[in-house]
Nanobody, 124 residues
């Protein structure tokens, strides 16, 4: 049974930074592609960033490019999302998702394992 737990969310002023963590257990973490999604109130869940099971060049949603950095530490079974220059539009519930099919997907339905989310609120 794969368990995914996000942490690191909170309230921050516009221009500030947060680092989200995604801890996984139950399977070999290095076999997973890891992605971050977010869902703002009243909106659909949207892709933010992904990093493949072998690392390599991450993928980002356009508004995240240059501000967010996804990384992973397989020895700690943990992935991260460093978010800088946060904007009120980044306010959302952020989810970590895992896929073990060696894909590199941006659609939520392609990910099988999800955490409960961590809330990020950016004040103006």
């Amino acid at each position: 049974q794969v368990q995914v737990v996000e942490s690191g969310g909170g309230l921050v002023q516009a221009g500030g930074s947060l680092r989200l963590s995604c801890a996984a257990s139950g399977r070999t973490f290095s076999s997973f592609t890891v992605a971050w999604f977010r869902q703002a109130s009243g909106k659909d869940r949207e892709f933010v960033a992904a990093i493949s099971w072998i690392g390599g060049t991450p993928r980002y949603e356009d508004s995240a490019k240059g501000r967010f950095t996804i990384s992973r530490d397989n020895a700690k079974n943990t992935a991260y999302l460093q978010m800088n220059v946060l904007e009120p539009e980044d306010t959302a519930l952020y989810y970590c998702a895992l896929d073990d099919r060696r894909g590199y997907y941006t659609a939520a339905h392609d990910y099988d394992y999800w955490g409960q989310g961590t809330q990020v609120t950016v004040s103006s």
